[in-house]
């Protein structure tokens, strides 16, 4: 995960530690993770000198219940296997929505409750199916995209490629498409083919931050690109076509498939894989005829508009500081073509285990201790930004915005914990850095200043209380699972998932009873 300008400033009890990229194995950790190896870890860190204090005795009791009786693996199975893809408000989404919510009344958490928002109608794929008929049969990789509406069914066509379509060549073809399958963008050239890169341990915020001409020429580019696109879909729907079809930006049978309600006005849309899109492009290019089948079936529900998260905690006890909050919280939507594993069953199934074993612990903190799980996150950070208005902005809610500590969030990249993502708030890493350090001998740990976009804590930082996102691993995760219908139960390493939870239940416990709220930064600003 890590690059190795990481060697000199990730440190272990004043030894060199090793980077991620050094030892973890993908998809595994190294060293067998133990309760002994955990506590031995604690009391070698224990003369470091003055640092955030860490409860030595309450890191080897929260690892012995994560590790001895853990039930995250049974969460995860039963999101990704049992109930699979969660599409925000879809009747499996909804199931996930209860499922999580009769686990936390289960174990005695407090104020179990589910707080609703309107997010619009839900979406179930009940069929699909795509071939190439002529000019040889053959099955074709493809999957529909969310709120795709259904074809008339099977609809046997001969497809038309307006990929390199002008406007002028638009125009010619107006009143000659309905009904038609259309290849609506250029033979697919450009891929997918690398991770993001690991955050930086050494990393300092620019101010202001800068755009390079080359990265404003190029957004300029694919905003060009955008509005053609949404040229060329208006007119195919004021057509009334029969089929869209695009190509992927995956290989080797992985298809990032996302999607949108598009209303009244959407045609079936479907994604193919690039190789498959390519070949039949080719094909008419050649003048050889082609002749595809394909057939979408979809539900809409729109019996309840409403969407929910799920809120569940440990009330804090302190007479002074019970009532602020300390908070993790993951999203539990996922996208619809694969079992939503890596985005983000992981990280919802880790949050609700580190509230888990502290109530299993029967551990009574200082401050409260909240968990949310979101929904529809996918499209927009709309749960967390639901919460978040109802709860922390305005006037109304300056209170609670003052009585607020922290917020972590479990999302981006796949279990294990390595560190977080601090947003250039300076005075978190020594905190940080303590409270990770007892789990170093497990794993590679390091914390950033950098900051990271497209996830819940962005909600929270943007009502101006502190919000984290972990450094997860990336491996495999933007080019094969993020998204995608590869996205599955066999991606997750359990015993990851099991040190995932016990670090963040110890992170939740410390900072709970802490003797001050976490240290906030007024300068940040979003895109730092």
């Known amino acids: 995960m890590a690059t190795p300008d990481h060697d000199r400033h990730i440190r272990r009890c004043g030894r060199a530690a090793v980077p991620p990229e050094s030892g973890v194995r993908s998809g595994s950790m190294t060293r067998r993770f133990s309760p002994l190896l955990i506590a031995m870890t604690v009391l070698s860190c224990a003369g ?7 409860d030595r005795e309450m890191v080897e009791r929260i690892t012995a219940e994560g590790s001895q009786r853990s039930r995250v693996a049974e969460l995860f199975n039963h999101f990704t296997n049992v109930i699979g893809g ?18 936390l009344e289960d174990w005695g958490l407090d104020n179990v409750h589910l707080e609703a928002w309107e997010f619009g109608r839900g979406w179930t794929l009940e069929r699909f199916s795509v071939e190439m008929l002529e000019p040889r049969y053959m099955p074709m990789i493809g999957y529909p995209l969310g709120w795709s509406p259904s074809t008339n069914g099977r609809l046997v066509a001969r497809p038309v490629f307006l990929g390199d ?14 009904g038609a399958i259309v290849l609506t963008r250029p033979i697919q050239s450009e891929f997918v083919r690398e991770d993001r890169p690991a955050p930086r341990a050494d990393y300092r915020p620019s101010s202001p931050p800068q755009r390079s001409a080359e990265a404003e020429a190029a957004r300029a580019e694919r905003a060009r690109l955008r509005a053609a696109r949404n040229e060329l879909t208006a007119m195919l729907r004021r057509e009334r076509v029969g089929v869209m079809l695009e190509p992927n930006i995956g290989e080797h049978g992985t298809l990032f498939v996302t999607g949108r309600d598009q209303g009244d006005a959407a045609v079936p849309s479907v994604v193919l894989s690039a190789e498959h899109y390519n070949l039949v492009a080719r094909l008419l290019e050649q003048g ?7 057939e979408v079936r979809a539900r809409f529900t729109d019996d309840d508009l409403n969407t929910h998260n799920i809120i569940a905690e440990i009330t804090g006890i302190d007479p002074e500081v019970g009532d602020e909050v300390v908070m993790v919280g993951a999203h539990l939507d996922s996208w619809h073509s694969a079992t939503g594993a890596t985005d983000n069953a992981d990280g919802a199934s880790v949050a609700m285990e580190a509230l888990r074993i502290l109530e299993a612990l029967d551990v009574r903190p200082r401050r409260t201790i909240r968990l949310a799980l979101w929904s529809g996150e996918e499209q927009g950070l709309l749960g967390s930004r639901a919460y978040v208005r109802r709860h922390l902005e305005g006037d109304a809610n300056r209170t609670a915005r003052d009585r607020f500590s922290v917020y972590f969030n479990l999302d981006n990249g796949k279990v294990p914990i390595y560190g977080f993502y601090l947003e250039g708030n300076e005075a978190m890493r020594p905190i940080m850095d303590a409270y990770l350090r007892p789990f170093e001998d497990m794993t590679p740990i390091y914390n950033t200043q950098q900051g990271i976009g497209a996830t819940d804590h962005l909600s ?35 015993e990851n998932l099991e040190h995932a939870a016990v670090v963040m239940a110890s992170i939740l416990y410390h900072a709970a009873m802490r003797d001050e709220k976490m240290p906030r930064d007024p300068t940040w600003r979003p895109g730092r």
């Open 48 to 54: 470091l000198g003055a640092q955030e204090p860490v």
């Open 165 to 178: 379509a002008t406007p002028e060549t638009l125009a010619e073809r107006a009143g000659t498409l309905g």
């Open 86 to 103: 969660r599409l925000t408000a879809s009747p499996a989404h909804r199931e996930a929505v209860e499922y999580a919510r009769g686990r």
């Open 288 to 294: 050889i005829p082609v002749t595809l089948a394909i």
């Open 460 to 494: 929270f930082l943007r009502a101006g209380v502190p919000g984290y996102q972990a450094i997860h691993d990336y491996t495999d995760y933007d080019v094969r699972t993020h998204h995608t219908n590869m996205d599955t139960f066999d991606r997750i390493d359990r």
